[in-house]
């Protein structure tokens, strides 16, 4: 399984941008996924997960702000993010499946301008 994000970018404060996790392989539609991020100097963080069946989790700090979707048919997971803020910017990260058996993407990096 390999997975490619893509849709980083600068945008400035307020801004938008979706972020797409494509999936290779065939289990995506019976996994669950979503995206992390790890901002300078933190630690790693779950910004948002969907399950296979479409339950969605968001971070508190993301609420209200951010969607997650998933189109099984493409094997992508999407993050919208919308009232971008600058404790936003940092890299995102998809992940399929769940310990101990997940898949990680490489990263995509937004950087939010104030």
């Known amino acids: 399984v390999q997975l490619q994000a893509s849709g980083g970018g600068l945008v400035q404060a307020g801004g938008y941008l979706r972020l797409s996790c494509a999936a290779s392989?065939?289990?995506?539609?019976?996994?669950?996924t979503g995206w992390y991020r790890r901002a300078p100097g933190k630690q790693r963080e779950l910004v948002s997960e969907?399950?296979?069946?479409?339950?969605?989790t968001y971070a508190a700090s993301v609420k209200g702000r951010f969607t997650i979707s998933r189109d099984n048919a493409k094997n992508t997971v999407y993050l919208q993010m919308n009232s971008l803020k600058p404790e936003d910017t940092a890299v995102y990260y998809c992940?399929?499946?769940?310990?101990?058996?997940?898949?990680w993407g490489q990263g995509t990096l937004v950087t939010v301008s104030s």
């Open positions: 992940r399929l499946g769940r310990p101990p058996v997940d898949y």
């Open positions: 969907i399950t296979s069946s479409g339950i969605t």
């Open positions: 392989g065939s289990i995506f539609a019976i996994s669950a």
